[in-house]
Nanobody, 128 residues
Framework: QVQLFESGGGLVQAGGSLRLSCGYSGNTFSSFSMGWFRQVPGKEREFVAAISWTGDSQYYADSVKGRFSISRDNAKKTVLLQMNSLKLEDTGTYYC?????????????????????WGQGTQVTVSS
């Protein structure tokens, strides 16, 4: 059974940085692409970033390009999201996801290929 555990969220001032971590419990981590979504109440879930199973390909939403960086460590079964130059609009609950789409392209359209597993989310709040 696959379980995902996010950590690293919190309150930060605009312009600051946070690093989110997602731990993976279960087998076949290295064959899954991993990604991050975020959501605020009343809005749809929004794709943020994704990374292929090898780590060689990364995908980013236009709104975070140049500020966020996704990486993974298959030996440690973790994926990281480094968030720099945070803006007020980056506020939201961030969810980690693992998709059977090994290359991660399906994350970009907001609907990662099933089966996809989700974490419980971690809150990121950016203040002025």
């Amino acid at each position: 059974q696959v379980q995902l555990f996010e950590s690293g969220g919190g309150l930060v001032q605009a312009g600051g940085s946070l690093r989110l971590s997602c731990g993976y419990s279960g087998n076949t981590f290295s064959s899954f692409s991993m990604g991050w979504f975020r959501q605020v109440p009343g809005k749809e879930r929004e794709f943020v970033a994704a990374i292929s199973w090898t780590g060689d390909s990364q995908y980013y939403a236009d709104s975070v390009k140049g500020r966020f960086s996704i990486s993974r460590d298959n030996a440690k079964k973790t994926v990281l999201l480094q968030m720099n130059s945070l803006k007020l609009e980056d506020t939201g609950t961030y969810y980690c996801a693992a998709s059977s789409d090994s290359w991660g392209r399906s994350f970009v359209n907001g609907n990662p290929q099933e089966p996809t597993f989700w974490g419980q989310g971690t809150q990121v709040t950016v203040s002025s």
